[in-house]
C-alpha cells in the first residue's frame, strides 16, 4: 500500500506489475497524488530495494492506458511493450580508470 499524508493512493501487487489507484476524482487533487504515487513507486527502485520494476497493469487495465502515465514519465519510469519500467542506475566507469594489464 501507498499512503501519502494519511491517503490511501495505491495498492501494489506483490511483484509490483499490479497496481489499483484509489486517487481523488478531482483536479488538481488527482495529478498531485498521482506524482506522490510515481515519486513513491520511482522511491523503490532509487533506495535500492529493488532492481527494477515493471508495471504491467494499472486499475485492471494495461498500464500505457493510464491516466498517471505522465507522472509515471516524470519519475522515470519508460513505457515500453510491457508497461511502465524504472531500473536502477548501473555504475559507471570513470573516464580516469586505468585497465590492469593482462
Excluded: C, Q, Y
Aim: hydrophobic content about 45%; charged content about 25%.
Amino acid at each position: 500500500m501507498i499512503v501519502h499524508a494519511g491517503a490511501l493512493l495505491a495498492w501494489v501487487g506483490k511483484n509490483g506489475s499490479a497496481i489499483l489507484t484509489f486517487l481523488p476524482s478531482d483536479e488538481p487533487e488527482k495529478s498531485v497524488a498521482a506524482s506522490h504515487l510515481a515519486r513513491s513507486l520511482a522511491s523503490l527502485v532509487e533506495s535500492g530495494e529493488r532492481r527494477a520494476l515493471l508495471i504491467e497493469t494499472i486499475d485492471r487495465k494495461p498500464a500505457a492506458e493510464s491516466p498517471i502515465g505522465p507522472a509515471l514519465e516524470a519519475a522515470g519510469f519508460v513505457l515500453g511493450a510491457r508497461g511502465w519500467m524504472k531500473r536502477a542506475k548501473r555504475f559507471r566507469v570513470d573516464d580516469d580508470f586505468e585497465e590492469l594489464p593482462s
